[in-house]
Every structure is written in structure tokens, then in C-alpha cells.
């Protein structure tokens, strides 16, 4: 059997929800594992770790991104918004709020993905309508079956913003 | 005074979830916590004859490998085993007790390392040999060894002779595959070493209390040692019912290295865990030409392991809901070498009704007659199966609400008839049926002096809403404004609760909030006329509400005294009242949720594929505590009603017995694309028989009927019968 070494810790620095934060992290932990298990941000969520759900989804650079798929060292120096970051001074996103508005979740455990997914559309702009949002909300599952009333979160909110 | 029950209330724990702040099972911190990762068995029958765990020992980092041959003391009884909701007959399964393999995917070993990803690459350098065993794992080649359960169903008259002589007869095999639960959270455990021997252990689990217990009888623990606690749960479904490896598991770790330890199990490794199994239902109706029946028999044969009877009530339903003097029911397990079933949202109707509705579609185009006509010819305003009334049953408005709002009436009964464009259209339809159970509960409130209650149990809230709907019925009986409760649920230290499943929650908790709120009311009223010249000085307790922050005459003459001014009279910062609520037994009646569910499907016919573009569900579950988490309810039941009929299949290399499509990208579930149109009606039901607000829940009906209602659509649009679920594309093309 091949010797049992585990890789150096590489040092990196991820600017996170406007907070630059230093860590060292191994070659393999992905985005997802630094955020929830180093830097203790737990709202960014784990459903499958295949990107097959879109539950990790945040923002990095601005667009939305499944930080299952991506590892950690590959996004040194990255700004990185997970859902703890979209509130401001404790007044709620608009789709946070919309969210709440429209009971667009039951449990809770795809929400986090699922708003930073959409945000990630607003910024792209490419949504115009329901059909569109549901196409382009489809690699973020919700089992609770909540998608009537993602759809309609985010169509308050486009049409706030 | 009702300023909540009965209104759209947003979810009073939203902004938690909204903003991250919501901690799951897995995201609770511990000091020197270290990660267990599982190692799975890979063959479906046999016994580990080595277990090498020295390369994995060698990995920097790990801490320990605990297997059945290293590891604390287990209970060596089968009772000990047992949890709230353990089937009568069996054996639980016990991880890493013995060498024994019984399923493919068992836990036969844990990792143990101070990284996560460092426990998962160790966990590769486990090696095992196994000495393997004739097995087997496929419902249908061992359909013949299928033994009957004992079920309380009772025939009526001669069923065989009425079937025999039947004007119009249908009868045939649906076949439900297995499917499973997949909560979107992970299952996972941090069990917390407290120093002194004792462990807080937050677990993923739909009951708190039925986990404390089994962890205390496994380990031999009193009471006292183990706190388990539950904040959030990320879905369950019933997968949350009994508790799971990954609880055991991380317990274990725990106090066999006396540290803090979490357990995630992976997607893959969660298919390990229960199921929905695979049925195969077999129904015959036999009618009169005037369409009403004279013959119903339903066969279920269903899945289960080995070392556990599982099985839950598929057929009688049939038993229940439409008239027929004469009629059977039987329903059969096969064991094989797999995992327990486990309960699965409205488990034995959502796939048993499944069945019986697609039977009484084909029947009603047997009899050229229309589907909701042959229903209501059938209609029985009393539970066939125990010849009793009903405390409420609104079924008839459902049909008749949803198939108005539908636009029935506009449906041309012959299959192909409809087009829109390239696409055909189907129009189908069906009944869904559950219970309204209800369960002993216990609440309690501290009210306090600046006007706050804090309303505490044991139960947990799955997604389903009973944080809110706790809140909205204490802030009611409380007199206080929602704002001012705060609800906390789901520890094993706090009152009563029985596992959160059957939707019997939300009746059981909201009356024990009514019983715990009155003690309190009884109190403030005791004290209240105890004040020198209080207006309420003549008058019961019982003529006294709590509404606004007064206690007031219940009789409008104005006399109320405010809470404050009582408490602070009395010199109380808080009172305190805790109640066990438990209902009245009531065997005179049959207590049921109905619903009248329509479907549109559109169909292109070149290519297969199936959109479910419009659903109607009509239901009738008495008094709804909070329209907008109640509708949410029964939208998510109507999307897992869309998964049964077209996506949703566990599919099971037989050669290995071994699921094959053990993650979230195989095994199809709807996703946001896939949803189109759903209306929610709530058909007005009072009912003041079953409970004093006349609740009955609503966590099951929302998908039975769905899947009946989507494949009879799928037949009137092609003119195919499809028995064999899911309805997939190449089904359609055969």
C-alpha cells in the first residue's frame, strides 16, 4: 500500500460576506467544508456533496455556484457570499423576505441554496417569467415541495428590484 | 378569541431559516469534536470473516476504527433494541454488534478522525473479507413465499361468488417500486461529551424523546445521562421515525473515546436506512350494471427484511371507503435480504389508494360511466370496514368543489379525444383518504410578568409548522399577541411528545396548548378576584378570558382586570403550568381526511414525455390552523404525488443486491421544472365530534389520491394503462 502521507495545509484567504478570513486548508476540502466546518458558517448546507441539489449554493464573485464542486484552494483572494451574508444592518434581503412572504420553504435545509441561487439569477437577468425561473430553479430541490412558492418569492422580488 | 387559528400566519421560525441562522444536527460545535465516517458492507448476505482495520489505523489523524470486534458494550436484548415505533415482530437491526451481514449498505465499521476528510479517506483503507450467502433481494421472483400478516380486516359476504357474477368486472396488479424518503438534509448526529460521562446529542430525528430512550437502553444509560436535542430537522417523511445508525454510531464513538463526535452519513449511504417498499397491489372490483359495486378483493404484497415484519395498511382503505357487500382483504410480506421498510408519507395509503383509484378508473371505463359518477354511486357515508359514522366527512364537496374549480364538466370521456397542439391532454381524477389520529401530548407555558409566554415541548417540527401553529394557538388562549410567545421544542427534557408522524401532531399539540393555557387562565382568574375590589371578584374562572393582556368577563359586561397589574399585585414573576393533554377515547366513530384530487397531464406523444401541467386538491380536513403552512402541506404532498407517478424508483441490481441509483441525481424527484399549476382547496368541514377545535392534520392526505390522479390522466390522454410505477417515458413508448 502506497505511504499514508496527508498533503500540507496550503494557506488561502477568502473574502467572506465582506470579511477577509485566513485559513489553511488541505488540497481537497472543498468551499463547501471550509465554510461550514473552519469558518463555522453553517447556513451554507450539505445535501448531497455531488452538487445534485444545489443545497451548498453561494455566491462567489457574484454568480451562483455549488460550493460542493469547488475547492477551497481554488478561490484564494475570491469574494464569496454565503446566506448569512444578504441580510444588511438586520434588515432582510428582499427575497429573504419574500421568502417568509410566500412560504417558500418547510424545513429549512434547501432554503439557504435556494436564495442564494436566486439571487444569482436576479444578477443575471435572464428570468423573465415563471417558466423561466422554474428552468433556470431547477438544480436547487426542495423535498418539502415548496417550488409553487419559490417561484412566487422570486417573482416578488423581481419585481421589487 | 381567535386573532390566529384559522389565518395565513407566516412561519414564526421563517426568519431562522432564511438567514442561516436555523442549526441542523450536524452544525452544532464541540470542543475537540472529531468526525466518524461509516463503512458500508458490500454484500447483501453473509458474515465478515475479516476485518483489517491496521491501514486505516496508520492514516495521520485517525483516532480510532471501531468495529463489532472493538467496541463498547452493547444491549444483547432485542427489547433494548426496540424503539416507540419498532415493528411488533422482529429483530432491530443493532450497527456493529456482530458479524452478521444483512443488507447491502450495513454499517460494519467507523472511521474515526480529527478532519471529516480525513475519517472518509481512511475509511477506503478498511479492508474486509466476507464469506458470502445464498440471497436474495427481488419482490417479484419470491412473490410465491409471500406470507399473510395478521390485519384486523374482516370479510364481507362472498366475495369470490359476487365477483364471479359481476355484470362488469376489472380486476389487475399495480406495482409501486421501492422509493425513498430523501430529506434534503443529511442524516447526521453530534453527540457532545459533557466531561462528566454525559451526553447532549443532537440528532436528526422526527421524535427527541423516543431516541433518549433508545440510547439509554442500547447503552445502559439512566435517564439523566443523555439529552437529545432536535431544533430543526431538514425533512424526514417518516425517515426520522426510528432512530438510525448514524445515532448509534456517533454515541458509540463518543463513549468509547470519551469525546465529542459527529456522524454525517453520506446521500449514498442514506439509502441503508428505510424505505417505502415495493408493493405489488392486486385489486378486483366486480360492479353492477347501474355502477355500483358488488365486489371489492385487494391484495397487498409487500416488502420486508429479513429481520423485521413491517408492514402498514395498504388495503384497507378499499375496506373503508365505498359501499360493497361483499369483499376481501389480505395483506402479505416477503422478507428478503434488505433493510427494514420504514414509514414514508401516508404509508400503506398513498401507495394501497394508489392502487384501488386506478382500479375504479379502469371500472368506471368499463362501465362507461363518468369517474366522479362512479364515486359518488359507491359513495358510503359510513366506514365500511367498521359499519360507523363518521365524526365529519366532506367528501362529496370535495368532488364537487374540485371538480367545478377543475373545470370537469368540460372533459370529453374518450382517451385521445383531447389535443393541445402537438401535445394530447388527459384529464384524470381520484380519491385520497387518511386518518385523524390523535395523541397524549404534554405543554408547557411560563408566562411572565412583562406580558411574554414561553411555550415549550417535546415535539418536533419537520418543515411541517408546528412552531407556528404552537405559537398561534397559545397566543390565542394567552390573549397575547404572536410576538410575544416563544416556542421551544424538540429537547428530550421538555414535556411529552410521541414521534411527530401520522399527522397527529398538530391536533395533539394545539390541545395540549388549549389544556396548559387554561391552567394558566384558571391561575390568573384565582388571583385576579383575590385583588381588593377587583370587578371579577363574583365571577368562575370559567366565565373568564384571557384576551388583549386582561383577564376579562367572558360575558361582555366589561370587567377585566390586565395581567400585568395581577402578577405584580400577587408579587409573581412567572407562572408556570404544564399539562398532559390526552382526548377522550370515542370507538363509535370513524375519524378520516378526505380529498378529490384532478389531474392534467400533456403529452407529447413522439417523444414520451409526461408534464403534470395542472392539479386540483379538494380536501376536507376539518378546521385548518394556519392557511398558509396548510396549504404549503398539501402542495408538498401534491409534488410527492407528481415523484410517485413519473420519477420516483429504487432500482436494485438483484445480482448484488444492491441499489444502483443511490444519490439525488438517479433517483428523479421533482424538481422546479417539473411543477406547474397547483390549487389547494380547503373544503369547509366542522367538526365537533373529534376535538374541541375540530383539527385532524394534514401531513398525509396531500398525496394520496395524486398518483392515481396523474396515471388515470396519462390513460385518458394516450389511451395506455400503465400499472407499473413510476410512469416513465419508456413505458409510454413501449
Known amino acids: 500500500m502506497a505511504d499514508l502521507t496527508i498533503p500540507e495545509r496550503i494557506p488561502i484567504n477568502l473574502v467572506v460576506n465582506g470579511e477577509s478570513r485566513a485559513l489553511e486548508v488541505v488540497p481537497w476540502t472543498t468551499l463547501l467544508d471550509a465554510l461550514r466546518d473552519r469558518l463555522q458558517l453553517t447556513g451554507t448546507k450539505k445535501g448531497c456533496d455531488h452538487g445534485q441539489c444545489g443545497a451548498c449554493t453561494v455566491l462567489i464573485d457574484g454568480r451562483r455556484v455549488n460550493s460542493c464542486l469547488t475547492l477551497a484552494v481554488m478561490k484564494d483572494g475570491a469574494e464569496i457570499t454565503t446566506i448569512e451574508g444578504l441580510a444588511r444592518d438586520g434588515t432582510l434581503h428582499p427575497l429573504q423576505q419574500a421568502f417568509i412572504d410566500h412560504d417558500a420553504f418547510q424545513c429549512g435545509y434547501c432554503t439557504p441554496g435556494q436564495i442564494c441561487s436566486a439571487a444569482g439569477l436576479l444578477a443575471e437577468g435572464r428570468a423573465r417569467d415563471a417558466d423561466e425561473i422554474r428552468e433556470l430553479m431547477s438544480g436547487n430541490l426542495c423535498r418539502c415541495g415548496a417550488y409553487l412558492n419559490i417561484v412566487a418569492a422570486i417573482e416578488q422580488a423581481m419585481s421589487r428590484s | 378569541m381567535n386573532a390566529y387559528v384559522g389565518t395565513p400566519t407566516s412561519r414564526v421560525d421563517g426568519r431562522a ?177 459533557n466531561g462528566s460521562g454525559g451526553l447532549t446529542v443532537y440528532d436528526k430525528t422526527q421524535g427527541v424523546q423516543n431516541v433518549q430512550k433508545f440510547l439509554c437502553s442500547v447503552f445502559g444509560k439512566e435517564p439523566d445521562d443523555i439529552r437529545v436535542i432536535s431544533p430543526y430537522v431538514g425533512g424526514a417523511f417518516g425517515s426520522g421515525l426510528r432512530p438510525q445508525h448514524q445515532v448509534v454510531l456517533a454515541t458509540l464513538a463518543a463513549l468509547a473515546l470519551k469525546r465529542s463526535v459527529r456522524v454525517v452519513l453520506t446521500r449514498q449511504q442514506m439509502y441503508g436506512l428505510g424505505y417505502r417498499p415495493m408493493t405489488i397491489e392486486r385489486v378486483a372490483l366486480g360492479a353492477k350494471p347501474d355502477g355500483t359495486l358488488d365486489a371489492i378483493t385487494h391484495e397487498a404484497i409487500a416488502v420486508t427484511s429479513r429481520y423485521e415484519d413491517f408492514s402498514r395498511n395498504d388495503t384497507g382503505w378499499a375496506e373503508q371507503l365505498y359501499k360493497s357487500p361483499n369483499s376481501n382483504f389480505s395483506h402479505k410480506l416477503v422478507d428478503l435480504d434488505v433493510s427494514t421498510p420504514s414509514d414514508m408519507r401516508a404509508p400503506g395509503a398513498a401507495t394501497g389508494v394508489c392502487a384501488l383509484e386506478c382500479a375504479m378508473d379502469e371500472l368506471a371505463v368499463a362501465l362507461k360511466l363518468d369517474p366522479v359518477e362512479l364515486r359518488l354511486r359507491c359513495y358510503s357515508d359510513r366506514d365500511q370496514s367498521q359499519s360507523l359514522p363518521y365524526t365529519s366527512k366532506q367528501l362529496r364537496e370535495c368532488y364537487a368543489r374540485g371538480a367545478e374549480a377543475f373545470g370537469w364538466s368540460r372533459r370529453n370521456p374518450a382517451p385521445r379525444s383531447m389535443r393541445d397542439g402537438k401535445e394530447l391532454v388527459g384529464w384524470g381524477m381520484a380519491t385520497g383518504v387518511w386518518e385523524a389520529l390523535q395523541m397524549p401530548v404534554a405543554v408547557r407555558i411560563v408566562l411572565t410578568a412583562n406580558g411574554h409566554a414561553e411555550v415549550s415541548c417535546a415535539a418536533s417540527d419537520i418543515g411541517t409548522g408546528t412552531y407556528t401553529i404552537v405559537a398561534q394557538v397559545a397566543a390565542d388562549a394567552l390573549g397575547l399577541p404572536i410576538e410575544n410567545i416563544s416556542v421551544r421544542l424538540a429537547d428530550s427534557t421538555l414535556p411529552q411528545a410521541p414521534v411527530e408522524g401520522g399527522s397527529w401532531m398538530a391536533a395533539s399539540s394545539a390541545h395540549a396548548v388549549l389544556g396548559a393555557a387554561e391552567e394558566i387562565r384558571w391561575e390568573l382568574a384565582r388571583l385576579a378576584k383575590a385583588m381588593p375590589g377587583s370587578p371579577l371578584a363574583d365571577l368562575d374562572a370559567a366565565d373568564v378570558t384571557l384576551t388583549d393582556g386582561m383577564i376579562a368577563s367572558s360575558d361582555g359586561r366589561g370587567a377585566a382586570v390586565s395581567i400585568a397589574d395581577v402578577m405584580r399585585h400577587s408579587k409573581l414573576e412567572r407562572i408556570e403550568k404544564e399539562k398532559l393533554n390526552q382526548f377522550a377515547e370515542d370507538k363509535s366513530h370513524a375519524r378520516n381526511t378526505h380529498s378529490a384530487v384532478f389531474a392534467e397531464v400533456k403529452i407529447d406523444e413522439e417523444l414520451g414525455i409526461i408534464r403534470v401541467t395542472r392539479i386540483v386538491n379538494a380536501v376536507a380536513a376539518g378546521r385548518i390552523l394556519n392557511t398558509k403552512t396548510g396549504r404549503s402541506q398539501i402542495m408538498g404532498g401534491v409534488v410527492w404525488g407528481i415523484g410517485m407517478a413519473l420519477h420516483e424508483e429504487t432500482v436494485m441490481d438483484h445480482r448484488f443486491g444492491r441499489i444502483m441509483n443511490a444519490n439525488i441525481a438517479e433517483y428523479h424527484i421533482p424538481v422546479n421544472a417539473d411543477v406547474h399549476d397547483i390549487d389547494v382547496i380547503f373544503v369547509d368541514e366542522p367538526d365537533e365530534r373529534i376535538n374541541r377545535l375540530g383539527i385532524k392534520g394534514l401531513g398525509e392526505i396531500g398525496i394520496v389520491g395524486v398518483p392515481a390522479a396523474i396515471a388515470n390522466a396519462v390513460y385518458h390522454a394516450t389511451g395506455k394503462r400503465i400499472r407499473r410505477f413510476p410512469i416513465t417515458l419508456d413505458k409510454l413508448l413501449e
Not at chain 2, 39 to 63: F, H, M, N, P, Q
Not at chain 2, 66 to 83: F, G, I, M, Q, S
Not at chain 2, 110 to 117: C, Q
Open chain 2, 17 to 193: 431559516k432564511v438567514t442561516g441562522a436555523a442549526k441542523y444536527a450536524g452544525e452544532f460545535a464541540a470542543d475537540g469534536l472529531l468526525h466518524g465516517f461509516v463503512v458500508e458492507a458490500s454484500i447483501a448476505r453473509g458474515r465478515v470473516a475479516r476485518l483489517d482495520t491496521s491501514e486505516a489505523l496508520k492514516v495521520k489523524g485517525v483516532v480510532d476504527v471501531l468495529t463489532h470486534e472493538h467496541r463498547p458494550p452493547l444491549a444483547d436484548k432485542d427489547e433494548a433494541w426496540k424503539d416507540e415505533v419498532a415493528p411488533e415482530k422482529g429483530s432491530p437491526f443493532r450497527p456493529l454488534y456482530d458479524e452478521r451481514v444483512k443488507f447491502n449498505g450495513q454499517p460494519i465499521a467507523l472511521v474515526v478522525a480529527e478532519d471529516w476528510e480525513i475519517a472518509k479517506f481512511a475509511a477506503t483503507r478498511v479492508r474486509v473479507e466476507y464469506e458470502q450467502e445464498a440471497f436474495s433481494t427481488d419482490l417479484e421472483s419470491e412473490r410465491g413465499k409471500a406470507e399473510k400478516v395478521d390485519q384486523p380486516h374482516k370479510p364481507r359476504g362472498d366475495a369470490a361468488a359476487a365477483l364471479t357474477r359481476a355484470a362488469v368486472r376489472h380486476e389487475a396488479d399495480y406495482v409501486i417500486p421501492t422509493e425513498h424518503h430523501n430529506p434534503m438534509e443529511l442524516f447526521a448526529t453530534t453527540a457532545v461529551w
